[in-house]
């Protein structure tokens, strides 16, 4: 049986609005009636995950997903930096953040370190058939990476929206077969 992985980025929240690092946060007024928009959109699936976090686990049901919780789909670990603005911490730290993934001046978790964790779960915890997971911008980016085997230095060149869905396909090595949104575009 082959092996499919839809990973969708959850619904917005503050943070995503503020433009700032995110902390355990529900989902924002916009967030809830996007996912009530998008849940026609997903697909059929054997199996389903959702990372530990309110946002997300608030993401699966909102979509009608029956999703168990899996640690490894975490967010980045921002460490200081949780919860602040991008203009409210020091340009010179942001930007060394920015520069290198290995160093995480907020005291969090690494880029690489996230890499990690997910190419495991992904080569380790993936079974055959459709798998969904409802997870982070930052997970949906490692996921991409992997697949792609880029390299940390691709991994801040790819943009994830709240709502967008990475699908990933395996037959001796991971794939990636599209990367879409299912938030409904905004009328004009």
Request: glycine fraction near 6%.
């Amino acid at each position: 049986m082959a092996t499919t992985l839809t990973l969708i980025c959850h619904g917005s929240t503050d943070a995503v609005r503020r433009g700032a690092f995110p902390r355990d946060e529900p989902l924002d007024r916009f967030g809830e009636r996007d996912c009530a928009r998008a849940q026609k959109r997903v697909r059929r699936f054997d199996h389903a995950w959702a990372a530990p976090e309110l946002r997300a686990r608030q993401t699966a049901e909102a979509l009608g997903i029956e999703a168990g919780i899996e640690p490894a789909l975490r967010d980045l670990d921002h460490g200081r930096w949780a919860g602040r603005a991008l203009s409210e911490i020091e340009p010179e730290a942001v930007a060394a953040w920015l520069g290198d993934a290995t160093p995480p001046p907020h005291g969090g978790e690494t880029v690489q370190a996230l890499l990690e964790r997910l190419a495991d779960w992904m080569d380790r915890r993936v079974d055959a058939g459709h798998s969904v997971a409802v997870t982070h911008p930052a997970i949906v980016r490692a996921a991409i990476v992997h697949a792609l085997d880029a390299g940390v230095g691709s991994f801040r060149r790819i943009d994830v929206a709240p709502l967008d869905a990475a699908v990933l396909s395996f037959s001796n090595r991971w794939r990636l077969r599209s990367l879409s949104s299912l938030a409904e575009p905004p009328a004009d």
